[in-house]
T-cell receptor, first 109, second 114 residues
Framework: EDKVVQSPLSLVVHEGDTVTLNCSYEVTNFRSLLWYKQEKKAPTFLFMLTSSGIEKKSGRLSSILDKKELSSILNITATQTGDSAIYLCVGYDKNQFYFGTGTSLTVIP | SAVISQKPSRDICQRGTSLTIQCQVDSQVTMMFWYRQQPGQSLTLIATANQGSEATYESGFVIDKFPISRPNLTFSTLTVSNMSPEDSSIYLC???????????FGEGSRLTVL
């Protein structure tokens, strides 16, 4: 059964800390891995990763895919309270999107 | 990217009633999905809305409870029927781009059943 697992489930850090969120996937006909940030209702797109070892970066956020290890990490440096959200990892196999459990991040001032 | 309008944004409903959620996309899309997110949990796929045919439901979801319509490539509705408090969730419409694997979401509908 195809699935995506994220860890940790929740995380509490102080402003300025650096965090690493983990995602592992078992998707048979894997095509890509996506990261989303969900603050209120609708998830907003962060990254799509298709190639192993190539880091994608947007401001303080970065992500990389390891196809050998079937995993991905999302890094957030110098965290701010506005980074508090649920971060979702999604695996895609051309037909279906598989959602991870999400990591709930809380950044304390 | 696709712009998705979903309504209602939120609603409070009485037990036993039904509510229809609408999803309008600004372009023709092939893949359209309906997700549910119960409090404190991740997204769960309810069904894939197929244009011109019945929706494809995931395990645990049935057409009688969650009838879906998709009359064309830009519009779909999800009805939550005979609601109970356990149906209180966020319902999300999303569209996918199969060629590039991106997934876009509507604003979500927060449903509370009393």
């Amino acid at each position: 059964e195809d699935k995506v697992v994220q860890s940790p489930l929740s995380l509490v850090v102080h402003e300025g800390d650096t965090v690493t969120l983990n995602c592992s996937y078992e998707v048979t006909n894997f095509r890509s891995l996506l990261w989303y940030k969900q603050e209120k209702k609708a998830p907003t797109f962060l990254f799509m990763l298709t190639s192993s070892g190539i880091e994608k970066k947007s401001g303080r956020l970065s992500s990389i895919l390891d196809k050998k290890e079937l995993s991905s990490i999302l890094n957030i440096t110098a965290t701010q309270t506005g980074d508090s959200a649920i971060y979702l990892c999604v695996g895609y196999d051309k037909n279906q999107f598989y959602f991870g459990t999400g990591t709930s991040l809380t950044v304390i001032p | 990217s696709a712009v998705i309008s979903q309504k209602p944004s939120r609603d409070i409903c009485q037990r036993g009633t039904s509510l229809t959620i609408q999803c309008q996309v600004d372009s023709q899309v092939t893949m359209m999905f309906w997700y549910r997110q119960q409090p404190g949990q991740s997204l769960t796929l309810i069904a894939t809305a197929n244009q011109g045919s019945e929706a494809t439901y995931e395990s645990g979801f049935v057409i009688d409870k969650f009838p879906i319509s998709r009359p064309n490539l830009t519009f779909s509705t999800l009805t939550v029927s005979n609601m109970s408090p356990e149906d209180s969730s966020i319902y999300l419409c999303s569209v996918g781009s199969p060629s590039i694997g991106e997934l876009f979401f509507g604003e979500g509908s927060r449903l509370t059943v009393l």
